[in-house]
């Protein structure tokens, strides 16, 4: 092979090193965090002017929250009282991909007029602890629509309905940083958001609470001019060094 050859590729190599190492960060590891995670009521309230003015509940301050006045010896109740609770679970994040971090259950129970509440709040605490340990809580306010039983399947059934959404939140680990983002109740698996559940009178239903852990991928950077000058300099350089060793030896 020609010195020149030799050269020329040498060169060559040493532009794309150099552009590769301007041109692209190197991709992180996908980071897996492992954790758990608990869910408590919070205190119920009735807006102005409600009907419900005698209203029932159990549960603040746990994890299952009740209310109506349950009459379950009287045959036009028969049923236990209102019920939703959360269930929490070991979990682990990794990146880019839905994690369930609990279960929501709603049970739709048969009590008197009047006794009901009109919304409550959940507090979902997440604990992370593994590479590194922090922790976040996201504060659900539920609407609770309570219907007046006609004998309709369809018109007897009651809902409840999730009023607010949450902004991300961010945090960093090992020089990159990442989006925590609580996607919300879900019977898919995590891949879309439900904001409202019907459930027929005497019957339940269970929605899984997922989120998702996504690295913020940092912008690609461009080599400037005067690096790419810089590398044509070099490779001037490095060719009139050769030619003038031939001279020389000539």
Known sequence: MKLTSVLTTAVSALAVSVITALGFSSQALG????????????????????ANTDPHYTGVGTSTFKW??????????GTPANE?????NPFQAKDGMPFKIGDLTYYNGTVPQGTNVDSVSLSVALLFSEPFSFSEVFKYELELENTTNEGDPEKDADSVIVKNTFSDRSFSFGGDDYLLELIGFSQDGGNTAVRKFR????????AGVYARMT?????????EPTSLAGLSLISIYLLSRRNKTLRNKN
């Open 215 to 223: 690295r913020i991928a940092p912008p690609r950077q461009v080599p």
């Open 31 to 50: 980071l897996s965090i492992t954790g758990k995670s608990s869910g408590t009521w919070g205190q119920p309230i009735n807006y102005p002017g409600s």
């Open 68 to 77: 109506g006045d349950s009459q379950p010896n009287q045959p036009i109740y």
């Open 84 to 88: 939703m609770s959360f269930t929490g």
């Open 199 to 206: 459930v027929y009178e005497n019957q339940n239903i269970t």
